[in-house]
C-alpha cells in the first residue's frame, strides 16, 4: 500500500512540475512559441531573452514555486497515512519529480528546462533558507561567469552541500533530502549536457551584465 503513496507523490510532483509557466507567459505576453526561441528551454533565463525581464524574473519565480508546491501538496495529502518516518522520502521523491516534470513536460511533448527553479523550489519547501542561499549564488554566478548553465550546475551542487551537511550534522533526521539532493542535481547535470559540452569547448553563451561589459569592451 505505501509504493501507492509514494506513486502518488511522483505524480504529483511531476504533474507540478509540468506546468510550463514560462511557456505560457511568452505566449500571452509575446503571441511566440518559447520552444522555438533561444535554447528552447522554458526557464526563466530563455523567457529573459523572449520577453524581457520582467517576465523572466516571473517565470523563475513560478518555477521555484512549483516545486515547493510538490512538496506542500504530497505533505498535505500524504503526511498523515505515511508518517515522520516516510514523509520525507516522499517529500524528496515528489520534488524530483517536479525538476522531472519540468525538464519533460508532458504538456510540451516532454520538452521543458533545465529544472532549477523547481529545484530550488522542492528544496526550499524543505529549508526556506535555500531560497535566499540560491539568489545569492545564482545572482552572484550570472553577474561574474554570465553563463546560466554555470549558475545551474551551481546552485544543484550547493542544495547537495546542504542537505549532506543537515543529514551529516544530525539536523535532518533522514538521508532523505539528502538523496534527493542528489538525485535532482543529476537531473540538472543530464539536461544541461549541451551546455557541458559547450562550456568544454569554450563556446558557452554568456548572458546578463557579464555580456554587456563584454559588448563595451568591444
Known amino acids: ?123 526550499s519547501a524543505i529549508w526556506i533558507w535555500v531560497l535566499p542561499i540560491a539568489f545569492l549564488v545564482m545572482s552572484g554566478m550570472l553577474y561574474f561567469v554570465g553563463m546560466a548553465s554555470v549558475a545551474s550546475l551551481s546552485m544543484a551542487a550547493v542544495t547537495i552541500v546542504i542537505f549532506g551537511y543537515r543529514y551529516l550534522a544530525g539536523i535532518d533526521a533522514t538521508a532523505a533530502y539528502f538523496a534527493g539532493s542528489v538525485v535532482a542535481g543529476l537531473v540538472v547535470t543530464w539536461a544541461l549536457r549541451p551546455n557541458i559540452r559547450r562550456l568544454m569547448d569554450g563556446t558557452e553563451r554568456v548572458v546578463g551584465p557579464r555580456a554587456k561589459r563584454r559588448e563595451g569592451k568591444q
Open 1 to 123: 500500500m505505501q509504493i501507492l503513496y509514494f506513486i502518488l507523490a511522483g505524480l504529483i510532483g511531476y504533474l507540478c512540475g509540468s506546468v510550463p509557466f514560462g511557456y505560457i507567459y511568452v505566449r500571452l505576453i509575446k503571441g511566440e512559441d518559447l520552444t522555438k526561441i533561444g535554447s528552447g528551454r522554458t526557464g526563466g533565463t530563455n523567457s529573459l531573452r523572449a520577453a524581457g525581464l520582467g517576465v523572466g524574473v516571473l517565470t523563475s519565480l513560478s518555477d521555484v514555486l512549483k516545486g515547493a508546491a510538490s512538496v506542500w501538496l504530497t505533505t498535505w495529502l500524504l503526511g498523515d497515512a505515511l508518517g515522520p518516518a516516510l514523509l520525507p522520502w516522499a517529500q524528496a521523491t515528489a520534488g524530483v519529480m517536479s525538476v522531472v516534470g519540468h525538464n519533460w513536460s508532458i504538456f510540451l511533448k516532454f520538452g521543458g528546462g533545465a529544472g532549477t527553479g523547481p529545484n530550488v523550489g522542492w528544496s
